[in-house]
């Protein structure tokens, strides 16, 4: 079956009351019908719910069908994307194993690989995006994983999917890859040899900015290893969660679909734009990686990065003037948002190291939604008209000191 048939036709078997919809199992435990179904299923020796905390029928279906759209053989969902990100690495590594990560990396899984892994023995590298010659040296005896995020948030670089997959093979790595940005309409990392896939299900997977959940897909024998440690561990996806995000994945083709389509017009129309001094989106002919994107993605996503004229000033006054659109550090909504990184979702990070991924500090992000996109170009375009007023914001200095 196609993707989107995938999404929608994958469900729970129907239970007694014959319903077209799978209900909702709101339940933290599951019954046996004898002492000896119990030991069984807690020994692994037949199949079936025990524990919400373990599994759900809600869970289940969730990532049944993330496997399928994913290509992959199995998966676990999770609270949410940051304990997908943190179990798909702490559930496989140990004192004295090494990873070697994108230095383009999402604020929270920037702040595991230098505050929270160091605590158990955990070492990192970071390679250049641009320098993909380098990247082979940086392994070291101990290297066990790489991890990447493509596109980067918010810097929209594209990683070499197939070149890591090859390099992962050559020196028998995990390969564990973050698809949030792409969702597995537009990109399947694991066709170029991921082993491992993680979401933030709270993004586009979701859609409409309802609720927080994650998932973690990939080969068998790898997700075992995670399901024994998610299970002790306790970053369980709740029921309802899971409910919601199996439905909002009978949407994600067409959802896509919108908004690469808005994402594009308005990348189109604000390049060049006399107001900014840069406009990103991996589908524009002037990214510099635009030839490897469309070779691994199939549309150039929802994200659009730009950096007004006039810096960080400018980017508040920017900001402050939007009418419309919604200033919030989620992303992947039916309703365009936009967010300042330097001040937010990448503040922890040193002035030097926004500066090495691109985070300048009029850089602004904008996650487009599906909304009539004349109207999002016209809040967008009055917003850089009004914030050429130079007005005094109270807030600017204290954004400065970030």
Aim: include cysteine; charge should be negative; hydrophobic fraction near 35%.
């Amino acid at each position: 079956m196609n993707f989107e048939t995938q999404a929608i036709r994958t469900q729970l078997s129907n239970a007694s009351q014959k319903e077209h919809s799978a209900p909702v199992y709101l339940t933290s435990s599951f019954t046996f019908d004898n002492a000896e179904e119990a030991r069984a299923k807690f020994n692994d020796e037949i199949p079936g719910n025990i524990y919400s905390r373990y599994s759900n029928p809600n869970t289940d279906e969730f990532i049944q069908k993330l496997c399928l759209l994913e290509g992959a053989e199995d998966g676990l969902a999770t609270a949410t994307g940051m304990s997908a990100m943190f179990t798909s690495m702490a559930g496989l590594l140990q004192h004295g194993d090494h990873v070697l990560a994108s230095r383009a990396l999402f604020g929270s899984t920037h702040q595991l690989f230098t505050k929270v892994f160091p605590k158990w023995g955990i070492e990192h590298s970071y390679f250049n995006l641009h320098r993909p010659e380098k990247w082979e040296s940086l392994i070291t005896p101990k290297t066990k994983m790489i991890f990447v995020e493509t596109p980067s948030n918010p810097g929209l670089d594209i990683v070499d999917l197939e070149y890591l997959g090859q390099l992962a093979e050559k020196h028998n790595l995990i390969l564990n890859v973050d698809n949030c940005f792409a969702t597995p309409y537009l990109q399947n990392p694991i066709e170029w040899g991921a082993h491992i896939v993680t979401h933030s299900a709270t993004k586009f997977i979701d859609g409409q900015g309802r609720t927080l959940g994650g998932a973690i897909v990939g080969k068998k024998d790898l997700i075992e290893e995670l399901r024994f440690f998610a299970r002790h561990t306790g970053p369980s996806l709740s029921p309802f969660n899971a409910w919601v995000l199996s439905k909002s994945l009978e949407t994600l083709a067409v959802r896509m679909e919108k908004h690469c389509e808005n994402a594009f017009k308005i990348a189109s129309y604000l390049e060049g734009h006399e107001e900014l001094e840069l406009v990103k989106y991996p589908f524009l002919e002037s990214h510099p990686q635009c030839e490897l994107a469309k070779k691994q993605m199939k549309h150039g996503g929802a994200i659009v990065t730009f950096i007004v004229k006039g810096g960080l000033e400018r980017g508040v006054r920017f900001l402050d003037s939007l009418n419309m659109l919604s200033l919030t550090p989620n992303l992947g909504d039916t309703r365009t948002t936009v967010t300042h990184p330097a001040s937010t979702t990448h503040s922890k990070l040193t002035e030097e190291e926004r500066a090495s991924v691109g985070i300048a500090p009029g850089l602004v992000r904008i996650s487009v939604g599906l909304e009539n996109v004349n109207d999002i170009l016209g809040d967008i375009e009055q917003a850089l008209q009004a914030s050429k007023e130079k007005t005094v914001n109270p807030r600017i200095e204290n954004l400065i000191k970030v």
